[in-house]
């Protein structure tokens, strides 16, 4: 059994049991290995030799590997499953055992596996705000729809991607109030690069009890709540950003839908006019 | 400083004034407000009206004096505003955004 020193850092909740996905007993889990991210250290886990060292390499410049020991198995990263003898699958990242990023090329969910890591250090984040939401981007820039609809858009990607839309992996985005535009705060490190990559805010639309159309303030308060690091900024600073994205970024207010609709509602969000409390980007 | 006693805001005679930080922070844009108190953890959308006279409680005002002064600020006569402003005075209360004062 591992004891935790007190000197060890927090370590990232074991929110539910760990991916169990088919793996036989000739195919086991490798061991975990640590990142580091902000005060927080995430375990990641991979289903064979060469994964291991594919997920090693893209995320060197975050590992800790003095904290192996006692990481937990957060994210599971399954390359080419085989889905029968000589065929293989799609590429995945489970978090815990929910499946959160599918794709079918391994680059593509190796990078969609460092920008889930980065979010979950999100709410630490100090410099803008972080919001929980999930993001497409399309042509005419990013639209943000509310969380609870990622599940269905990752089921839709390869209809979403036939219409030019790429929905982003991480539930937890970094919004620039400045500049109105979506940070990606990790892919391009993966890439090699240190230049964030921005990404202008289409539209926002966010859960209502009803289908309302939003003022500025109404936005505000509608928005104030998918914050996710409204602790590590305080309130006041966080009123403030999101007065300057509700009043440059279109953001309406949607009822509930069933999960049938969440993705034709972000299509019609992410490919005709946006209408809502902002005006800069509608 | 807030008085522990009473519920004077539901008879309209105490004296009231507007939480602050670090209390409550709070934006005002395009007339509306948004009010998070720190305490209750709670997010307030005030509408422009009761934002008007929620600010006019920067210095300890009784909701008589708030009417004339609201009264004035929207044209109206203050006896006919005056039952808003007591309802408002009432729901600012009770969610903390106005505290109740001893009279200066």
Redesign the interface.
């Given at each position: 059994m591992t004891v935790l020193r007190h000197e060890d850092p927090p370590l990232l909740d074991q929110r539910k049991t760990p991916c169990l996905a088919r793996l036989t007993a000739r195919r086991v889990w490798q061991p975990t290995v640590a990142v580091s991210l902000g005060s927080r250290v995430v375990g990641i886990r991979a289903n064979s030799v060469e994964a291991a060292q594919a997920v090693d390499e893209i995320l060197a410049d975050f590992r800790v590997p003095q904290h192996d020991p006692v990481a937990r198995p957060n994210f599971s990263v399954e390359l080419g499953a085989p889905i029968a003898p000589g065929r293989h699958g799609l590429n995945l990242v489970y978090r815990d055992h929910v499946v959160v990023a599918r794709r079918r090329e391994p680059a593509a969910v190796l990078r969609d596996l460092v920008e889930l890591v980065h979010a979950t250090a999100l709410d630490q984040h100090t410099e803008q705000v972080a919001v929980r939401a999930s993001a497409v981007v399309g042509d005419s820039g990013v639209t943000l729809v509310p969380p609870e609809w990622h599940t269905q858009l990752l089921l839709a990607q390869t209809r979403l991607a036939a219409d030019g839309l790429e929905v982003l992996a991480p539930r937890v985005h970094v919004l620039d109030e400045r500049t109105l535009e979506l940070v990606r705060l990790a892919s391009d490190k993966a890439r090699g690069a240190h230049e964030d990559r921005r990404i202008g805010i289409r539209s926002w639309a966010v859960t209502m009890r009803s289908d309302t159309a939003l003022t500025v303030a109404g936005a505000v308060h509608a928005a104030f709540h998918s914050v996710a690091n409204t602790t590590a900024r305080g309130p006041a600073p966080t009123l403030r950003s999101l007065v300057e994205v509700c009043a440059g970024v279109p953001v309406v207010g949607l009822a509930a839908r069933p999960k049938a609709a969440h993705t034709s509602t972000t299509r019609e969000l992410a490919l005709t006019d946006g209408r809502g409390s902002g005006g800069k980007a509608s | 400083m807030s008085t522990s006693a009473g519920q004077s805001h539901q008879r309209g005679d105490g004296v009231f004034l507007r939480a602050a930080?670090p209390a409550v922070?709070?934006?005002h844009?395009?007339g509306?407000?948004?009010v998070?108190h720190?305490d209750t953890r709670s997010?307030?959308?005030l509408n422009a009206v009761a934002t008007t006279i929620w600010l006019m409680f920067d210095r300890p005002a009784t909701v008589a004096e708030t009417a004339e002064r609201a009264g004035g600020h929207f044209g109206v006569p203050p006896e006919s505003i005056h039952p808003d402003v007591l309802d408002l005075v009432a729901d600012l209360a009770r969610i903390k955004l106005l505290d109740e004062v001893t009279a200066p």
């Amino acid at each position: 059994m591992t004891v935790l020193r007190h000197e060890d850092p927090p370590l990232l909740d074991q929110r539910k049991t760990p991916c169990l996905a088919r793996l036989t007993a000739r195919r086991v889990w490798q061991p975990t290995v640590a990142v580091s991210l902000g005060s927080r250290v995430v375990g990641i886990r991979a289903n064979s030799v060469e994964a291991a060292q594919a997920v090693d390499e893209i995320l060197a410049d975050f590992r800790v590997p003095q904290h192996d020991p006692v990481a937990r198995p957060n994210f599971s990263v399954e390359l080419g499953a085989p889905i029968a003898p000589g065929r293989h699958g799609l590429n995945l990242v489970y978090r815990d055992h929910v499946v959160v990023a599918r794709r079918r090329e391994p680059a593509a969910v190796l990078r969609d596996l460092v920008e889930l890591v980065h979010a979950t250090a999100l709410d630490q984040h100090t410099e803008q705000v972080a919001v929980r939401a999930s993001a497409v981007v399309g042509d005419s820039g990013v639209t943000l729809v509310p969380p609870e609809w990622h599940t269905q858009l990752l089921l839709a990607q390869t209809r979403l991607a036939a219409d030019g839309l790429e929905v982003l992996a991480p539930r937890v985005h970094v919004l620039d109030e400045r500049t109105l535009e979506l940070v990606r705060l990790a892919s391009d490190k993966a890439r090699g690069a240190h230049e964030d990559r921005r990404i202008g805010i289409r539209s926002w639309a966010v859960t209502m009890r009803s289908d309302t159309a939003l003022t500025v303030a109404g936005a505000v308060h509608a928005a104030f709540h998918s914050v996710a690091n409204t602790t590590a900024r305080g309130p006041a600073p966080t009123l403030r950003s999101l007065v300057e994205v509700c009043a440059g970024v279109p953001v309406v207010g949607l009822a509930a839908r069933p999960k049938a609709a969440h993705t034709s509602t972000t299509r019609e969000l992410a490919l005709t006019d946006g209408r809502g409390s902002g005006g800069k980007a509608s | 400083m807030s008085t522990s006693a009473g519920q004077s805001h539901q008879r309209g005679d105490g004296v009231f004034l507007r939480a602050a930080s670090p209390a409550v922070e709070f934006v005002h844009v395009d007339g509306e407000a948004v009010v998070y108190h720190c305490d209750t953890r709670s997010l307030h959308l005030l509408n422009a009206v009761a934002t008007t006279i929620w600010l006019m409680f920067d210095r300890p005002a009784t909701v008589a004096e708030t009417a004339e002064r609201a009264g004035g600020h929207f044209g109206v006569p203050p006896e006919s505003i005056h039952p808003d402003v007591l309802d408002l005075v009432a729901d600012l209360a009770r969610i903390k955004l106005l505290d109740e004062v001893t009279a200066p």
